[in-house]
């Protein structure tokens, strides 16, 4: 192995990208999802009515998209 140098120091920690941001926010998304699907399951057992969890999990996969698809849509550029 030959030594080419210095390896380019880190970033400052509290400097954040935007993959790292999308990640954190996607990560963010999931654990909420999961949370209102807990939450939607509780009030579906606790009422009689079925059904109607489908619907919740169904916006709230729709919302996520719409949101993943608005950051990648803002950040197009700096991605290239």
């Known amino acids: 192995m030959t030594n080419q ?4 120091p880190p970033p400052a920690e509290d ?3 935007e ?7 996607l990560q963010q998304q ?3 999802a999961e949370a209102a ?5 509780d009030a579906t ?3 009689e ?14 919302g996520s998209a ?8 803002a950040n197009r550029d700096k991605i290239k």
């Open 5 to 8: 140098g210095q390896p380019t």
């Open 15 to 17: 400097e954040e990208n």
């Open 19 to 25: 993959v790292l941001r999308a990640t954190r926010e």
């Open 30 to 32: 999931k654990e909420a």
């Open 37 to 41: 699907e807990a939450a939607a399951k």
């Open 45 to 47: 057992v606790r009422s």
């Open 49 to 62: 009515r079925k059904g109607i969890a489908w619907k919740a999990a169904a916006g709230l996969g729709i």
């Open 66 to 73: 719409a949101v993943l698809a608005a950051l990648l849509y």
